[in-house]
Structure formats: structure tokens, C-alpha cells
């Protein structure tokens, strides 16, 4: 079976801090795939990054940062310097290579409020 | 480019009502999905599609029916609306390529009362 877990339901930081959002997963599969979204407080959906598992590589984009540890089954995501911009639902999510069926299996999510 | 486009944004139906949630893609991805999402519960599958044809069930089938006759459009349809069905609705599109990213629609906020 596989499972993403979020455990921080929430975070509160203030503007310029850096803070991570965790995200750990569970899966028996060798070929798996990493996502993580943003949902900003308008609602939508947007695609933030994909990693699959043989590539272990540390990715920045910007003030994003992402760590993915395959021993520990972790794929870290790392603010640096938030702006009140970055408030929203952050979900992790993990899909499985099997008959190309693109299921996401997300995690609950972690709000992340940036306060002024 | 209008990618995934879902009518309509809001609803609110009293228990025991049908209703078709509409769901339109133009990029021409073959595979298409439908999530419901919940509070502390993030966004869990109900039902997708792999091509023009062809359904199957995802974790959170009950009380919902899809069917796809285009590739453009995959439909999610409430029988008989319960309050349990109270969420909010997302259709994703991706393409039928292993670890593509979905993109999502922008959502529809269902009440049943």
C-alpha cells in the first residue's frame, strides 16, 4: 500500500524566515514519483515539482528548495526567506509506475500562513 | 490555452438530488481523474479515466458514476446526493506518460443540505 503523511497541519511563520514542510512516504514500489503542489488560498491547484525515485538530487528553484532522501523516505520542501505570497496549502503526493495509471496518492496537506 | 475547465464553481443541492459536475481539458491528455477534497483529509481519487472508453474506480467511488466519450470531457455525476458528499471537487488531466503531472481544474464547492 502506499501512503504520503504530512504531519504538520499547520505553520506559522513571519515574513523572511525560512521554514520546510515535511512530507514522508511509504511505498514497496522501486519506480515511484514525488509531487508537490501548492493550493493557494484561491483554491486552485498548482504543480510545484516532480522527482522520481532514482533521482536523489537536491533541486532549487528560486526561494524553493526540495531534499529528497530516499533512507529516511522523505521529500523535504524548504522555503527560504517567506513572503506573505507563499500562504497556502502545501500537498505532497506520490504516484506509482503500474500500468500508467497516473494515480496521486496526496497527503493531507500542511497550511503554511506567512504573516507580515 | 484554457486547460482544464470545470462547471460549475458552485452548487448546492438538497439530499437526494442528481447532478452532472462537467469537466473539459483541450491539451489532448488522455488520462483524466476526479478528486474530492475534505478538511484534514487531503485530496483522495474517485473515479479516472485512461482513454476515450474506458472508467475505472478509485478509493472513494460510492455514489458517483463517470463515463467517458471524448477525450475532451470526463463528467462525474452524483446519483443521489448525500450530505457526505459535501466537498470540494477537482479534475485533473495528465498526460498517458509514467510521473507526468497532473493539472487540475479550478475546482467545484458542492453542498448537499
Known amino acids: 500500500a502506499q501512503k504520503v503523511t504530512q504531519a504538520q497541519t499547520e505553520i506559522s511563520v513571519v515574513e523572511k524566515e525560512d521554514v520546510t514542510l515535511d512530507c514522508v512516504y511509504e511505498?514497496?514500489?522501486?519506480?515511484?514519483?514525488l509531487f508537490w503542489y501548492k493550493q493557494p488560498p484561491s483554491g486552485e491547484l498548482v504543480f510545484l515539482i516532480r522527482?522520481?525515485?532514482?533521482?536523489?538530487q537536491n533541486e532549487i528553484s528560486g526561494r524553493y528548495s526540495w531534499n529528497f532522501q530516499k533512507s529516511t523516505s522523505s521529500f523535504n520542501f524548504t522555503i527560504t526567506a517567506s513572503q506573505v505570497v507563499d500562504s497556502a496549502v502545501y500537498f505532497c503526493?506520490?504516484?506509482?509506475?503500474?500500468?500508467?495509471?497516473?494515480?496521486?496518492?496526496f497527503g493531507t496537506g500542511t497550511l503554511l500562513a506567512v504573516q507580515p | 490555452n484554457a486547460g482544464v475547465t470545470q462547471t460549475p464553481k458552485f452548487q448546492v443541492l438538497k439530499t437526494g438530488q442528481s447532478m452532472t459536475l462537467q469537466c473539459a481539458q483541450d491539451?489532448?491528455?488522455?488520462?483524466m481523474s476526479w478528486y474530492r477534497q475534505d478538511p484534514g483529509m487531503g485530496l483522495r481519487l474517485i473515479h479516472y479515466?485512461?482513454?476515450?472508453?474506458?472508467?475505472d474506480q478509485g478509493e472513494v467511488p460510492n455514489g458517483y458514476n463517470v463515463s467517458r466519450s471524448t477525450t475532451e470531457d470526463f463528467p462525474l455525476r452524483l446519483l443521489s446526493a448525500a450530505p457526505s458528499q459535501t466537498s470540494v471537487y477537482f479534475c485533473?488531466?495528465?498526460?498517458?506518460?509514467?510521473?507526468?503531472?497532473?493539472?487540475f481544474g479550478q475546482g467545484t464547492r458542492l453542498t448537499v443540505v
Open positions: 503526493a506520490l504516484s506509482v509506475y503500474g500500468g500508467a495509471t497516473n494515480k496521486l496518492i
Open positions: 511505498t514497496r514500489d522501486t519506480t515511484y514519483y
Open positions: 479515466s485512461v482513454g476515450a472508453g474506458i472508467t
Open positions: 485533473a488531466s495528465t498526460r498517458y506518460r509514467e510521473g507526468a503531472e497532473a493539472f
Open positions: 491539451m489532448n491528455h488522455e488520462y
Open positions: 522527482r522520481n525515485s532514482f533521482d536523489e
